[in-house]
C-alpha cells in the first residue's frame, strides 16, 4: 500500500465508529479539494449511520408502543371484568337473607347488606366509617357481656371463627334479637389482614316459629287425648 486517506466516521452519540478510506498500491498526491470531498463522504456515511439507527430506534419504539397499548387494553378488559365481577358480587351479598358487614383493620365499617341495614334501620352511608360496635353490639344471652371477641379472633388466626349460638345483638336503633354469627378475615394479595367480614343471622323469628310448633303439637296432642 503506498497510498492512504481517512476520516473518521461519527456515530449517533457523537463518538467515532469507523473510518472511511481512501487505498492505493500506488503514490498520488492529494489536494485540498480530495480532502473536502473525503470529509462530504465521510458526512454522508455518517448520515447513512445515523439514519439506520434511527430507524431501528424508531421501530424498537412502535414496538414498545404496540406492547404498552396491548397491555393497557388488556389492564382495561381486567379491570372491566373485575368491577363487574364486583358488582355481581355485592348484588348477590346484598340480597342475602343474612346480615353481613365488613370491617377494616379499624373496626369501620365499609360495608353493610340491605339485610343488615335492615335491621338497624339506618343505610348504609350513614354507618359506613363508624366503628361496628356504635351499631351492631354482640352480647352474650346469658350474662349480655360483649361479645365481640370472634372477630378479633378471625383477624388475628386468619380464619373463619364462629360467634356461637348463645348471642344477643342490640343494634343501634334499640331493638335485641337472638342471634348466631360469623366471622372471617380479610386478607390483601400479599396475605395481610385488611379487615374483617361478619355474617350474622336473628334466630328470634326461628324460635318463636318452633314455640309455636311446640304449642301446637302439645294442643293437639291434649285434644286427641
Known amino acids: 500500500m503506498?497510498?492512504?486517506?481517512?476520516?473518521?466516521?461519527?456515530?449517533?452519540?457523537?463518538?467515532?465508529?469507523?473510518?472511511?478510506?481512501?487505498l492505493d498500491n500506488k503514490p498520488r498526491t492529494f489536494s485540498a479539494v480530495d480532502a473536502e470531498l473525503l470529509r462530504y463522504l465521510a458526512s454522508w456515511a455518517?448520515?447513512?449511520?445515523?439514519?439506520?439507527?434511527?430507524?431501528?430506534?424508531?421501530?424498537e419504539r412502535k414496538k414498545a408502543?404496540?406492547?404498552l397499548l396491548s397491555k393497557t387494553t388488556?389492564?382495561?378488559?381486567?379491570g372491566k371484568e373485575l368491577q363487574e365481577e364486583e358488582v355481581e358480587l355485592r348484588t348477590l351479598i346484598d340480597q342475602m337473607g343474612d346480615g353481613v358487614f365488613a370491617i377494616d383493620r379499624n373496626d369501620q365499617i365499609t360495608f353493610c347488606n340491605g339485610m343488615a341495614t335492615k335491621i338497624i334501620g339506618m343505610q348504609e352511608t350513614q354507618v359506613r366509617g363508624h366503628s361496628f360496635r356504635e351499631h351492631f353490639g354482640f352480647m352474650h344471652e346469658h350474662d349480655r357481656s360483649d361479645a365481640c371477641g370472634f372477630i378479633r379472633d378471625a383477624m388475628m388466626?386468619?380464619?373463619?371463627?364462629s360467634g356461637g349460638e348463645?348471642?344477643?345483638?342490640?343494634v343501634s336503633a334499640g331493638s335485641e334479637c337472638?342471634?348466631?354469627?360469623?366471622?372471617?378475615?380479610v386478607l390483601d394479595a400479599a396475605?395481610?389482614?385488611?379487615?374483617a367480614i361478619v355474617a350474622f343471622r336473628c334466630n328470634t323469628a326461628d324460635r318463636d316459629r318452633q314455640k309455636i310448633r311446640s304449642e301446637f303439637a302439645y294442643a293437639s296432642h291434649q285434644l286427641r287425648t
Not at 486517506?5 to 478510506?21: E, Q, R, S
Not at 337472638?178 to 378475615?185: D, L, Q, T
Not at 396475605?191 to 379487615?195: I, K, L, S
Open 178 to 185: 337472638e342471634m348466631s354469627a360469623s366471622a372471617a378475615p
Open 74 to 78: 388488556d389492564l382495561e378488559l381486567a
Open 191 to 195: 396475605g395481610n389482614v385488611t379487615g
Open 46 to 59: 455518517e448520515v447513512e449511520l445515523n439514519r439506520s439507527e434511527l430507524s431501528r430506534a424508531l421501530e
Open 65 to 67: 408502543n404496540e406492547e
Open 166 to 170: 348463645a348471642l344477643l345483638l342490640a
Open 2 to 22: 503506498r497510498f492512504y486517506a481517512g476520516h473518521p466516521v461519527p456515530g449517533p452519540d457523537g463518538k467515532n465508529v469507523g473510518t472511511l478510506c481512501i
Open 157 to 161: 388466626r386468619k380464619e373463619v371463627v
